[in-house]
């Protein structure tokens, strides 16, 4: 039944399962990969809910903007090489990573 459910739902089920067993971290690779962007910011609200119950989330993101509005902290990896870190927010207003990963500057 679950295989005639759209991409997005079906992101929304696999972190419902996940979310079942009460996990203390939640591992989440690409999960907004080929969705449409409606789809894209369902996925980043339940993120940014379940992030504010208190369940830690490791998120690995393409979407850079998306990611670090919904993180606490970032990290920008480069050949499998931590390249940049620090505060989400911070983050977001460094020319580097505008200019590199938000396409500002």
Same mark, same amino acid.
């Given at each position: @039944? %679950?295989?005639? *459910?759209?991409?997005?739902?079906?992101?929304? =089920?696999? @972190? %419902?399962?996940? *979310?079942?067993?009460?996990?203390?971290?939640? =591992?989440?690779?690409?999960?907004?990969?080929?969705?449409?962007?409606?789809?894209?910011?369902?996925?980043?609200?339940?993120?940014?809910?379940?992030s504010a119950q208190g369940i830690t989330i490791l998120l690995v993101e393409q979407n850079?903007k998306l990611a670090l509005e919904a993180a606490h902290r970032g990290y920008v990896m480069?050949?499998?090489?931590?390249?940049?870190?620090?505060?989400?927010?911070?983050?977001?207003?460094?020319?580097?990573?505008?200019?590199?990963?938000?396409?500002?500057?």
């Open positions: @039944m %679950a295989g005639t *459910l759209s991409g997005g739902e079906q992101q929304m =089920l696999a @972190m %419902a399962r996940a *979310l079942m067993s009460h996990p203390k971290l939640l =591992l989440l690779d690409e999960p907004s990969m080929g969705l449409s962007p409606i789809m894209v910011e369902k996925i980043f609200e339940v993120i940014r809910n379940v850079a480069e050949s499998g090489l931590i390249t940049m870190q620090g505060q989400a927010k911070e983050m977001l207003s460094d020319p580097r990573v505008k200019a590199a990963y938000l396409g500002e500057g």
